[in-house]
């Protein structure tokens, strides 16, 4: 392509995205749906609750399910004055295959969760795999909806999981899907601090 040619494509494709930019002139909190069996889910919504906290915002996290170990991300930020951490489930459902406690500690992530929701010196709450409750039927997703519709509107939520229930898809803003292509686990290396967890 001659420079004349790549200069006209690149003029042609800056006044279609200017124009783009100038139509995206809403400003409101978005609900982010990270989804799908890939590896990047939590950390995406970690990384991005980071960029908030660097522009001074006060965040909270929700961890709907407690991993094995302490993680990373919770070291960090567990004592930034920026952030609220709340880890709220017990361990893994497979590993503690008690349905009555973990309904209750899902009820009571919810509680929590609804609280957050309804508080507007919150800019951005991060509810960690709560996709999974509603998958077990820990919780209902209706109220859950209705919770997040009423929030305040500046509020930014990002909720993780594999699976995503259909009425959080019909109301999310921005719908990421990780899916796995290859996984180091599958090739047989260990999970290690700072990637896995
Ligand atoms: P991450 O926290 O690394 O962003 P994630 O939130 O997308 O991962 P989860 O489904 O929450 O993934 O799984 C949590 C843990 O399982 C993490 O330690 C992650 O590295 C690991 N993991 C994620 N996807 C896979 C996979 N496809 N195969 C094996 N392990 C995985
Ligand atoms: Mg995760």
Request: proline share 3%.
């Amino acid at each position: 392509m001659t420079e004349d040619k790549h200069r006209q494509k690149m003029a042609a494709k800056k006044a279609v995205m200017d124009a783009k930019i100038a139509q995206a002139s809403e400003e409101r909190g978005i609900l982010i749906l990270l989804k799908g069996n890939g590896k990047g889910k939590s950390s995406s919504a970690f990384g991005t609750m980071l960029r908030s906290v660097g522009h001074g915002k006060r965040c909270a996290v929700i961890q709907f399910i407690k991993g094995r170990t302490e993680t990373g991300e919770h070291l960090f930020f567990k004592d930034h004055p920026q952030v609220d951490w709340h880890v709220m489930g017990h361990g893994f459902t497979w590993e503690t295959q008690d349905r009555e406690q973990d309904i209750a500690a899902a009820q009571k992530a919810w509680e929590l969760a609804k609280k957050l929701l309804a508080d507007e010196s919150y800019d951005m709450l991060v509810f960690d795999e709560m996709s999974y409750m509603f998958k077990y039927g820990y919780l209902d997703v209706e109220p859950v909806v209705e919770a997040l519709k009423q929030r305040p509107p500046m509020q930014n939520v990002i909720i993780t999981g594999r699976t995503m229930a259909r009425p959080l898809l019909d109301i999310g803003d921005t719908i990421s899907v990780v899916q796995e292509e290859r996984h180091a686990f599958r090739l047989g290396v260990k999970a290690q601090a700072g990637i896995e967890f």
